[in-house]
């Protein structure tokens, strides 16, 4: 396996349901001073979206995108990722798109110095790496995130965002399939997430 995470991909549901991306749309304030890549786990704070941070705080969900009037074009201009502390026009809104169901699976990269293996499946695990403050030159074109699981932080922590469902195996032989070594990919559900809480904010 090589090292390349892409953040949190939408894998399905699970219900078994096709055809939704799960998404809702909420907003991040103007001026906002953090990135936030397609596919990085973002929370809620005092009613905007903002980048999550791993360990004991909800997320919101999985951003997926966002759209704002950008004052240089004279127009509403869709990103695939929040440039930091870009400013927009009073009376105009920042619209973040979040995959936010609960019953939302996810494909994603591990990282550590080992494989998360099968007898890990049903433990939490934490994650880290998203909203970079100084992202390379391809994710600033790309907007994908670059965050991953963390294979360093696995319990039964009630805290961890997500819960391990799966091993990725296939297609045999592509990268994050071998289960043996470190940076497998896996299949999360969300475990630590606010519309699984019982308090609001």
């Known amino acids: ?106 494909k994603v990269q591990s990282s550590g110095s080992a494989a998360v293996t099968q007898a890990q499946v049903n433990s939490n695990i934490d994650f880290a790496g998203n909203s970079p403050s100084s992202p390379s030159t391809t994710q600033l074109l790309t907007g994908q995130s670059v965050a991953y699981a963390n294979q360093a932080n696995i319990s039964t922590s009630t805290t961890y965002a997500f819960r391990i469902l799966s091993l990725v195996t296939a297609p045999p032989g592509a990268n994050g399939t071998d289960t043996t070594t470190a940076y497998n990919y896996i299949v999360v559900a969300f475990n630590n997430q606010s519309f699984r809480l019982t308090a609001g904010s």
């Open 1 to 106: 396996n090589t090292l390349a995470p892409n953040g949190f991909q939408l894998a399905g549901f699970l219900d078994g349901r096709t055809g939704s991306m799960g998404q809702s749309a909420y907003q991040i304030q103007s001026g906002y001073s953090s990135n936030i890549f397609s596919g990085d786990p973002v929370q809620i704070s005092g009613g905007y979206v903002i980048a999550a941070t791993g360990g004991t705080t909800a997320v919101l969900g999985v951003f997926i995108g966002c759209e704002y009037y950008n004052a240089s074009v004279n127009k509403v201009v869709w990103s695939p990722y929040w440039p930091a502390s870009t400013t927009v026009p009073s009376g105009t809104l920042i619209t973040a798109y979040v995959i936010i169901d609960p019953q939302a699976t996810f």
